[in-house]
């Protein structure tokens, strides 16, 4: 079964303001689109247990544990949420999805080839946006009580794997250091020549 919808994905380091941009672009596209927010780790429960018990632990879980359960909750989330919604017609807008697996467990040390292969079966975007920010400033942007994933070597060295995912042209660089209103625009933008090409 083909899908109707649209797949729309937005990935960066933590602190990067990518929520607040995911939601503000929802917001906006609603106005010409029937557009829907969604997350991940997802509402569901993997990705409920992934938020509350492990996130936020003393000590990492080992690598390929973290990658395991983060593909879990991703083939969860599509089959129960996002191609449902995207099956009804709709623009469906993930706040984070595989590339985020690939850079933070990837700068862990994981084999990127290997975590592809475990998420092979998830839906691959029409559309994926990177909103960079430069590592030293989301630390400073951070809450005192940071995730385990939250540390300056860790987000350098994930926004490494995300600019050669840019460099090969799997995801789309947004220049996330300019104002709030400036990536916003910017972001809007970019979905909307997207979409206006591929239809």
């Known amino acids: 079964m083909k899908k109707k919808g649209t797949f729309i994905v937005i990935e960066g380091l933590d602190g990067c303001g990518k929520t607040t941009q995911t939601k503000l672009l929802v ?5 010409s689109h029937d557009a829907f927010y969604t997350t991940e ?18 000590k990492r879980l080992p690598s390929a544990v973290e990658a395991l359960l983060f593909a879990a909750d991703r083939l969860d989330h599509m089959q129960n949420e996002v191609l449902p919604t995207l099956h009804q017609g ?19 040390g994981l084999s ?31 809450k005192p009580e940071k995730s385990v994933m939250e540390k300056l070597e860790t987000q350098r060295k994930v926004r490494e794997i995300y600019l050669q995912f840019v460099e090969e042209g799997t995801l789309v660089r947004i220049d996330g250091n300019k104002p709030k209103n400036a990536v916003a625009q910017e ?5 909307l020549r997207f979409l206006g090409g591929s239809h």
């Open 90 to 108: 709709k623009l469906v807008v993930s706040d984070r999805y595989l590339y985020s697996s690939l850079a933070y467990q990837g700068a862990a």
């Open 27 to 31: 917001k906006k596209l609603r106005q």
């Open 187 to 191: 972001l809007h933008a970019t979905v």
């Open 41 to 58: 780790p997802s509402q569901g429960s993997i990705g409920s247990f992934i938020r509350t018990s492990i996130l936020y632990r003393e």
């Open 112 to 142: 990127v080839e290997w975590i592809q292969q475990i998420n092979e079966h998830a839906l691959r975007p029409d559309l994926a946006i990177f909103i960079d920010v430069d590592p030293e400033t989301v630390m400073r942007r951070l």
